[in-house]
C-alpha cells in the first residue's frame, strides 16, 4: 500500500488548491430515496466506442460531467476540472461514436473550453438515475467556434468529443435519486 500523505488504510485525502463554483444554471434537482439498492455485483464492461445502450443513455440524459485538463505547460497553476453540463433529454446529439454537446451561456470563466484548448482529451460520465449503473467515456474534443448548422436553443456554440472508448459500471450507486424538477434555464435551452 502507497504509504504517502494523502493516502491512509481505508481511505484517501485529497488538497484543494483552487476552487470556485460550478455555474448552477442547468443542474436539475433530485433527492436521494433513503431506500437504498443493493450492489448488482456485476463486472465492469469496457467498449470501444459506444454501444446501443449507451447511445440510448446519452440521448434520454439531462445531466452529465465532463473532465478536462490545462495544458502541461501550466504547471501547478494549472490543473484538472471536473464541471457539470445540462438541458433537456436530447440535448446531447450521438452519431456513431461522436457526440455534439451544446455550449449554453455559462458563468463565463469558459474553464472547460480553455483546458480543451491546451489538451483536446476530455472524460465524460453519464448517470443512470434509475438502475444507478454509471457510463464512463473518454475521447477527443474538437470545438466548433462558429456553427454553420443550426444550433439549439440557448447555445452559443458546440463541441464533439470522438469516444474512443467507454465503461459500463453497473449498479455503481447504491441509492435511487428522483428527479424533482428543471432549472428554469434548461426550459430555456432547446435540443438538436
Known amino acids: 500500500m502507497d504509504q504517502s500523505p ?3 488504510q481505508g481511505g ?3 488538497e484543494v488548491t483552487q476552487s470556485f463554483g460550478n455555474c448552477p444554471q442547468y443542474i436539475q434537482t433530485r433527492t436521494i430515496s433513503a431506500d437504498g439498492r443493493p450492489g448488482e455485483g456485476e463486472p465492469n464492461v469496457t467498449v ?5 445502450h449507451a447511445r440510448w443513455l446519452i440521448g434520454a440524459s439531462d445531466t452529465f460531467f465532463v473532465a478536462s485538463r490545462s495544458r502541461v505547460e501550466a504547471g501547478r497553476t494549472g490543473g484538472l476540472d ?5 438541458g433537456k ?3 446531447v446529439r450521438v452519431e456513431h461514436n461522436t457526440l455534439s454537446i451544446p455550449d449554453f451561456k455559462g458563468n463565463r470563466f469558459f474553464n472547460t473550453l480553455g483546458n480543451f484548448l491546451g489538451d483536446i482529451r476530455a472524460g465524460l460520465l453519464f448517470i443512470d438515475f434509475e438502475t444507478g449503473d454509471l457510463l464512463q467515456m473518454i475521447g477527443t474534443v474538437s470545438i466548433d467556434w ?7 436553443a440557448g447555445a452559443q456554440r458546440f463541441w464533439r468529443v470522438a469516444i474512443a472508448r467507454s465503461w459500463w459500471r453497473r449498479g455503481a450507486i447504491p441509492f435511487v435519486w428522483n428527479f424533482g424538477d428543471y432549472a428554469p434555464t ?6 438538436w
Open 146 to 152: 462558429d456553427p454553420a448548422a443550426a444550433l439549439p
Open 48 to 52: 470501444d466506442g459506444l454501444d446501443d
Open 89 to 91: 433529454p436530447g440535448f
Open 12 to 14: 484517501f485525502s485529497v
Open 82 to 86: 471536473v464541471s457539470h453540463r445540462g
Open 186 to 191: 434548461t426550459l430555456m435551452t432547446g435540443i
Open 6 to 8: 494523502f493516502v491512509a
